[in-house]
């Protein structure tokens, strides 16, 4: 599986961008980039995906470098029920036919007022 | 609603007694999946199920259990509980396919072995 790396924590100030990195340096050419976020102790919740393009939705945008060994989720103006933990995951190696998953300790976002 | 379920939320029992938790998914998901979560260790993946008895390991499979009689539901058992599988557990699903990987999350049991 390709692993990932994410700062632990960060900072962000209400109405500002937030600018969550992700390194995944070892990605396989057909792995995507999946983000998902934690709110308290919730279950998970789905953001946003991409292969090599960029992407955006509703909730956020996703800028993948060009040799995709790392990628940006952007959330373009936090607000306080944005604070929560961001993870970072790319699809699951060979074993178990690509299906297997693996979430690393992800990214705690505080949003400041 | 389309929703994923888990019973119970909140179990506390003791060491070696027989439990089950509950999965149960409405969206006719081909693909489930088990977590659990612990402090400064993230989300870990249990089992995880392609479909209707095809199961296979995840990240952290030992003293677990999971059976995929019917696809709608995907229990987790613990047949001798210890205090180490303390933790937050989640089940997720998701349809299968090249790509969409959106995994729905359930709200998560809460359980605690003394």
């Known amino acids: 599986d390709a692993k990932t790396t994410q700062p632990p924590s960060m900072d962000c100030a209400e109405g500002r961008a937030a600018n969550l990195p992700c390194n995944h340096s070892?990605?396989?050419?057909?792995?995507?980039v999946y983000w998902y976020r934690q709110i308290h102790s919730q279950g998970p919740q789905y953001i946003i995906h991409?292969?090599?393009n960029n992407e955006t939705n509703e909730m956020a945008s996703l800028i993948i470098t060009e040799d995709r060994k790392s990628s940006t989720l952007i959330l373009p103006h936090a607000t306080l029920r944005d604070t929560a933990v961001y993870y970072c995951?790319?699809?699951?190696?060979?074993?178990?036919?690509?299906?297997?998953?693996?979430f690393g300790t992800g990214t705690k976002l505080q949003v400041i007022p | 609603e389309a929703q994923v379920t888990q019973n119970p939320r909140y179990l506390i029992t003791v060491t070696g007694k027989k439990l089950t938790v509950t999965c149960s998914q409405n969206?006719?998901?081909?693909?489930m999946s088990w977590y659990r979560q612990d402090p400064g260790l993230g989300l870990r993946q249990i089992y995880y199920?392609?479909?209707?008895?095809?199961?296979d390991k995840g990240d952290v499979p030992e003293g677990y259990k999971v059976s995929r009689k019917e696809k709608r539901n995907f229990p987790l058992i613990l047949e001798s509980p210890s205090p180490n599988q303390t933790s937050l557990y989640f089940c997720?699903?998701?349809?299968?396919?090249?790509?969409?990987?959106?995994?729905?999350f359930g709200p998560g049991t809460r359980l605690t072995v003394t």
């Open positions: 997720a699903s998701r349809p299968t396919g090249t790509s969409g990987y959106e995994q729905y």
């Open positions: 991409g292969l090599k």
């Open positions: 070892t990605i396989s050419g057909n792995e995507y």
């Open positions: 969206m006719n998901h081909e693909y």
């Open positions: 199920s392609m479909n209707v008895e095809v199961t």
């Open positions: 995951i790319v699809r699951g190696g060979i074993s178990g036919g690509y299906q297997k998953v693996t």
